[in-house]
């Protein structure tokens, strides 16, 4: 009985998850970022940008922009803590104001994102354990289909509550980890709770170990058609 619920769980649910990964490369390799590329970095909450992309924002500020979705729990707080990060690198950022814990529902204000003009946009991993960050991969794969993007058009998923399995991507942000820890200590409501600087970076050196140097971020980036494939089938519930 075992054996047949193992296979019937591989053959309906986790080959259909994990399916779209055959398709990519899953070896890592460095993520080159063009001097022409233009990269969005979508934070659900004011500071996930700062977790996951904290190193690339550090090492390409004139490449990107953020959009962050929420101010939290703390309006004025939270704004003017993401003015705090973001201004160590003079990276350009506006906030919306989708419900806190109820991004899924914001698609209304969401579909304002105007994605046309860029290369890459970052997201939270579509398998992270915070709802919010599910969410903002269902909201993206519905703008997607209705907005105007470039062809080669990339996701790239990064880590903030959960690590990616298979990551294709790195950026080696040795250079830049003070940096990196200033975004996330410009938090201050949030680091007051959770000491989160050591501890993200403890993974972005363990992470360096994929390539022998001091600290990787690393992403899963895929194409609009295997993202749409990941989300289709994705299972969980919002």
């Known amino acids: 009985m075992k054996n047949f619920i193992m296979r019937f769980l591989y053959k309906t649910i986790i080959n259909k998850i994990f399916n779209p990964f055959l398709d990519i490369n899953i070896k ?11 990269c969005l970095v979508i934070a659900p909450h004011p500071d996930d940008e700062s ?12 490449n990107f922009e953020v959009v962050c979705l929420t101010h939290g729990n703390e309006n004025s707080i939270r704004e003017a803590e993401m003015q705090k ?13 989708l419900k806190d814990k109820k991004i899924n529902q914001g698609f209304e204000s969401f579909k304002n994102i105007d994605i046309s003009n860029f290369d890459i946009i970052f997201i939270p991993y579509i398998f992270d354990q915070h709802k919010d960050h599910k969410s903002v991969s269902l909201l993206l794969n519905k703008l997607i289909k209705t907005a105007k993007h470039k062809k080669n058009l990339k996701i790239a998923f990064y880590e903030v509550w959960s690590t990616i399995n298979m990551p294709n991507y790195y950026v080696d942000i040795s250079l830049v980890m003070e940096q990196k820890a200033a975004k996330i200590n410009a938090h201050t409501s ?4 959770k ?5 993200i970076l403890g993974l972005n050196s363990y992470r360096g170990l994929l390539k022998n140097l001091e600290a990787c971020e690393c992403f899963c980036v895929l194409d609009v058609k295997n993202f749409s494939k990941i989300i289709e089938n994705a299972f969980y519930d919002l």
């Open 195 to 199: 000491e989160y600087a050591s501890k």
């Open 51 to 62: 977790i996951g992309c904290g190193g690339v924002l550090s090492l390409y500020p004139k």
């Open 85 to 97: 990060a973001m201004a160590t690198s003079n990276i350009k950022f506006k906030m919306l104001d």
């Open 28 to 38: 890592p390799m460095e993520l080159k970022i063009d001097e022409t590329d233009k």
């Open 190 to 193: 949030q680091i007051a709770t």
